[in-house]
C-alpha cells in the first residue's frame, strides 16, 4: 500500500533561518512526487513535482529534491510569506492518478 | 476561469440532509477529482473521472456519496443523509491527463 509520512509536523523559524522539510514515502512504483503549499481556508496551490531520484527544482527560496526513499523541500531565507502548510503527495501504483498525501508540514516564520 | 472553482464555498446542513456540490475543471481538462480533507490532516482521495467516465471510486466512504460529470465537464458531488462524520473540506482538482493536478479552493461542509 502506497504511504506518505511527513515531518516535521509543524515548524517553527525565524525569517531568514533555513531549514528543510522532509516527505519519506512508501510505494510500488513512483510515477510521480508532488509539492503543494496550503494556505488557511485554501486550496492546495502546486509548487513542483519530481519524477526520478536524483532530480531536482527550484522556485524562488524553494528546493525540492528526490531519492529513491525521500523527497526534500528545502527553503533559504524564508520570509513570514513563506508560512503555510506545505504538502507532499506521490502517484504511486494506481492507474487512475490518485494522489496520496502525507499529513503536511506546517511552518511558521517569524519576522 | 483560469483556475478550479467549487461552490458552494461554505455550507452548513442539519444531520440527515442531502448536500450538492459543484466543480468547474479549468477549461480542457480531462481529468477531474475529488478529495476529502479533514482538519490538520492531508486530503483524502475520494474518486476519479476521466471526461465523463468514473474511472475509480474507490474513496468514497458509503453508498451516501455520489459524484457526477454528465458532460465531461462540471462535476457534483452529492453526500445523502450526512452524517456529522462528514464534516470537511471537499476539495477538487483537474489535470490534462495523469499529470499535475490543480485544486480548487474547496468547500467547507459543516453537519449540525
Known amino acids: 500500500e502506497d504511504q506518505v509520512t511527513q515531518s516535521p509536523e509543524a515548524l517553527r523559524l525565524q525569517e531568514g533561518e533555513s531549514s528543510s522539510l522532509n516527505c519519506s514515502y512508501t510505494?510500488?512504483?513512483?510515477?510521480?512526487l508532488f509539492w503543494y503549499r496550503q494556505d488557511p481556508g485554501k486550496g492546495p496551490e502546486f509548487l513542483f513535482t519530481?519524477?526520478?531520484a536524483g532530480e531536482e527544482k527550484e522556485k524562488e527560496r524553494l528546493k525540492a529534491t528526490l531519492t529513491k526513499k525521500e523527497s526534500f523541500l528545502h527553503i533559504t531565507a524564508p520570509k513570514p510569506e513563506d508560512s503555510a502548510t506545505y504538502l507532499c503527495?506521490?502517484?504511486?501504483?494506481?492507474?487512475?492518478?490518485?494522489?496520496?498525501f502525507g499529513q503536511g508540514t506546517t511552518l511558521q516564520v517569524k519576522p | 476561469g483560469a483556475g478550479v472553482s467549487q461552490s458552494p464555498r461554505y455550507k452548513v446542513a442539519k444531520r440527515g440532509q442531502d448536500v450538492a456540490l459543484r466543480c468547474d475543471p479549468i477549461?480542457?481538462?480531462?481529468?477531474l477529482f475529488w478529495y476529502q480533507q479533514a482538519l490538520g490532516q492531508g486530503p483524502e482521495f475520494l474518486t476519479y473521472?476521466?471526461?465523463?467516465?468514473?474511472?475509480?471510486k474507490s474513496g468514497l466512504p458509503s453508498d451516501r456519496f455520489f459524484a457526477e460529470r454528465p458532460e465531461g465537464s462540471v462535476s457534483t458531488l452529492k453526500i445523502q443523509r450526512t452524517q456529522q462524520e462528514d464534516s470537511a473540506v471537499y476539495l477538487c482538482?483537474?489535470?490534462?491527463?495523469?499529470?499535475?493536478?490543480?485544486f480548487g479552493p474547496g468547500t467547507r461542509l459543516t453537519v449540525l
Open positions: 482538482a483537474s489535470s490534462r491527463g495523469l499529470d499535475t493536478q490543480y
Open positions: 510505494v510500488s512504483g513512483l510515477r510521480g
Open positions: 519530481l519524477y526520478s
Open positions: 503527495a506521490v502517484h504511486g501504483s494506481s492507474n487512475t492518478g490518485k494522489l496520496i
Open positions: 477549461s480542457g481538462h480531462v481529468s
Open positions: 473521472f476521466q471526461n465523463e467516465a468514473q474511472l475509480d
